[in-house]
């Protein structure tokens, strides 16, 4: 069994928080961190890719025009560090699992763009998708409705879970190559709901990206914490069944 590269700005926040919902999920390979600054390790020695929260995409990535909005925070060093790795991933058909800031990388590597700033966008309350942060124990911040046709909804086993929400940028104009599997409904303009999950539209490859951070969620006493560990039992499997 080979290695799994997890991407992070923060190794201690990556071991504390993602690595635990790994293992836990059943993955029994070594994990690797690599954050800005580290030598990049081929992804061929891989079996999959996961990419974690953090701070926003600088939207030169998909419009070289479009200016960081007033709200945002860029981190160019992880754009630089993620954007080639998930293409690479893509190109070696790897399975990958994008978190939070993580599902937006990865729908920006393949073609996609993102709403920089949610309440602005959408007229609503700052506090309806930020709520609460990584070192307080989670909150429940609202419903998603997913697709049940989806991968994902079988991954969390419901049409409807609990999550919690931290982000104000979001999926905006999806990727070709992914499809919207999960939703906000409440949270829309012109028709459209804020999306809260993605995956790939071949679903003969294990990719898929939530909004929410359901490494956080994996312990609570909540049927969330099912949802969540489905993700990571998931992922796990799909490591494991990886040639």
């Known amino acids: 069994m080979s290695s799994l590269l997890v991407t992070c700005k923060s190794k201690s926040g990556a071991s504390q928080h993602y690595v635990p919902a790994v293992l836990l999920g059943g993955w029994a390979g070594d994990v690797v961190l690599v954050a800005p600054g580290d030598p990049v390790p081929p992804l061929e020695g891989f079996r999959g890719l996961l990419l974690t929260g ?11 025009g479009e200016a960081p909005h007033e709200t945002a925070e860029p981190d160019p060093s992880r754009d630089a560090l993620e954007i080639p790795l998930v293409r690479r991933a893509w190109e070696l058909g790897l399975p990958i699992l994008g978190i939070c800031r993580g599902e937006q990388v990865l729908n920006v590597a393949l073609g996609g763009s993102l709403v920089q700033d949610i309440p602005s966008h959408y007229h609503c309350e ?7 942060s ?38 905006l104009r999806l990727a070709p190559v992914l499809k919207a599997v999960a939703w906000h409904p409440p949270t829309a303009r012109d028709g459209q709901p804020l999306i809260e999950g993605v995956e790939a539209l071949d679903p003969g490859r294990w990719v898929v990206g939530v909004q929410w951070h359901p490494e956080n969620l994996v312990a609570m006493d909540h049927p969330a914490a099912a949802a969540a560990l489905g993700i990571f039992r998931g992922f796990a499997g799909a490591l494991q069944d990886r040639p």
């Open 54 to 64: 953090g701070d926003d995409i600088h939207p030169s990535n998909w419009d070289p």
């Open 126 to 132: 700052t506090a309806r998708h930020q709520i609460g």
């Open 134 to 171: 990584s070192s307080l124990p989670p909150q429940l911040a609202h419903p998603v409705t997913v697709d049940p046709a989806s991968r994902l909804r079988t991954l969390v086993g419901a049409d409807e879970v609990e999550v919690n929400s931290r982000h104000h940028q979001a999926v």
